[in-house]
């Protein structure tokens, strides 16, 4: 299994509606034209065949991690002081966080970037898989019971039965994590109203991305 994230502050062409042939921030799509817009523009600018989306907000995240039980990360001492600021008790090492503790570390960049915290964010899913690494077919079921209600998707309800057939397959997965874009492979440049957005190179990030999903390459 493969965790991309594809950077907010990219720069990318707006594809559609009131603002189109503009560049703006690529989390600015959402808004022009929600989770249709961003398949488009993922689909546009990466080439990549993506035509399915799951829609989790930062309550739903809360909720999950606490419905999972909590979550097992371990914390850098600057990331423990700085949670700790929010009146949460943590400490350097390893910590069970629950919703509220994951939901602060996954938003988490003043100690360092927004580059930073992406990867927090896929530390958190990785957990929420590790969280659950021994459940049972009965046990998943009840979970995605559970969990499907804090979630938007255009997965229709058979895909979604489709996949629960699979899913004790990936319990323990370790995902192969990347972000983009690749280093060296960006500048910069101002957008609509004045915003400063990451200059892509999108031929490149394309064939690093097809390389990451398709062939050998290791994140």
Known sequence: AKLVSLERGMGVPI???????????????FR??????????????????VSHYVRVNF???????????????????????????????LTAGMNHLNGEAALAYSRLRAIDSDWSRIK??????????????????LTLNKLCDSILPYVQTNFT???????MAELPN???????????????????MIGLQGRSLFS??????????????YGTAEG
């Not at 559609?16 to 921030?25: C, L, N, R």
């Open 200 to 213: 892509v190179d999108f031929e490149t990030n394309a064939k690093i991305l097809d390389d990451f999903l």
């Open 170 to 188: 990936f319990l323990g997965v370790q995902f192969e994590q990347m972000t983009i874009p690749a280093e060296n492979t960006y500048g910069g």
């Open 59 to 89: 309550t739903s995240v809360r909720n999950i991690v606490d419905i999972l039980g909590g979550i097992d990360v371990e914390l850098t001492y600057a990331e423990a002081n700085y949670l700790n600021s929010g009146h949460l008790n």
């Open 15 to 29: 594809l559609e509606g009131e603002y189109e042939g503009q560049y703006d921030w690529l989390t600015h799509c």
């Open 157 to 163: 309800k058979l895909e979604i039965v489709q996949l």
């Open 32 to 49: 022009y034209g929600g989770a249709s817009l961003m398949l488009k523009e993922v689909q546009t600018c990466f080439n990549v065949d």
């Open 120 to 137: 927090r964010q896929r530390t958190v899913i990785q957990a929420c898989m590790d969280s659950i690494r021994e459940a049972n077919v």
